[in-house]
């Protein structure tokens, strides 16, 4: 299984007035999951944007099960569950110390610069 | 059933290089949707802050159907669909002219200062 | 002096652990009385855009007098003090309650798709 | 002087439409400078506010060369250039290559949690 992990330290403004990392926030930790796994495996998706194609989300699920506070470095683990011809399935773990903090899982589709689906390029769908 | 609709316009830094509302920002809009909601009950979530009872987001799920856009005014309509002694679960409709760009669902849990669970305050769960 | 005042509600996220809304948001706040502004001109930054201005900010300066917090409503007056054939300047008050919470100017300049100085539309030269 | 340099990689949600870091997130980055330089100190920012001293800025300013987008990585220096018992100045420098790309600085003021003026832990002020 495809899989990759990353680090990320709690910014400041990232933290709601509870002291708590706002629950939206853990989407975009989750998209930098998604760009370090595509990374790690040899492609940049500012190159995939050069050529045409972009990843939107089209659905989300997290589950939160403790928070996250300012200063905190936590470990995000991404995996690539399912994959089609258009769409890429990835769940993610969000840890502190091996707490779980949450659970999350993404479908992302493949789109054109007009937004129409579009095949996913081959080199990333042989990749898996 | 418990409902109430606010219109929000797309701020410019919400909108990501695509040029469409950043996946993550429409949870940022949902609770907006719920602050309104309460608010429209009478109820000011910063006194229920004052008074020791915050609520935390403990699950979402977001389908997304069309981008929104820089500068567009949404509608987005939130609903109480189940409430118990310390959850309350909504669903939210964002739309542009009727026509739906996302749906989503989310629960919330009441919790105290030190962010155990609690029961909702009582003039809340007398209300819906 | 062309000046437009817009009302702004504090929101969640955009406070920081310490209750206050975070000082990088007065920068957000500023673009939206800018954009307001241009719009009781009659004039959409949207479709600037699509006709291939854009405006790129160049210089800011801000001063904060007084933390505002989650959920208040805020009073944002933008005034155009200075403009050049490429560049305007505006400077901004934001009060609570006729309470001066924070002061700002800046410096935004016209620029085309490719980034490079350009004269702003004349319509809107004439204009202040 | 008192200086340090941290890389930070754009992230997707901190562009613009145009593909620009949008001018607002500087300052957060600033805010992350400052806080790894106070590390590289060995002091950490949690612990100031555990005992009860919080910084607040009080004073912006920032100058934008070039722009920065989506996954570059940029250095920033940061450096102590003036401090009084309650007040410290601080000077930015985000550069991509060798490139400016932002020059900024700012004053911060420490504050007890009532947000009433305080003297800055003497711990601190013999470090610089």
Known sequence: MVEHTIQIRVRYPEVDAMGYLHHSRHLQYFEMGRVELLRS???????????GFFFVVVKVEVRYRAPARYDEVLDLTTRIVRQTAVRIDHTYELKREGL???????????????????????ELTSES
Do not use: H, M, R, W
């Not at 495996?41 to 050529?51: F, I, V």
């Not at 779980?100 to 007009?114: M, R």
């Open 41 to 51: 495996q040899g492609y940049a998706y500012t190159e995939l944007e050069k050529n």
């Open 100 to 122: 779980v903090l949450a659970e999350g899982a993404t479908t992302i589709a493949c789109v054109d610069k007009s937004g129409q689906l579009c095949e996913i390029p081959s």
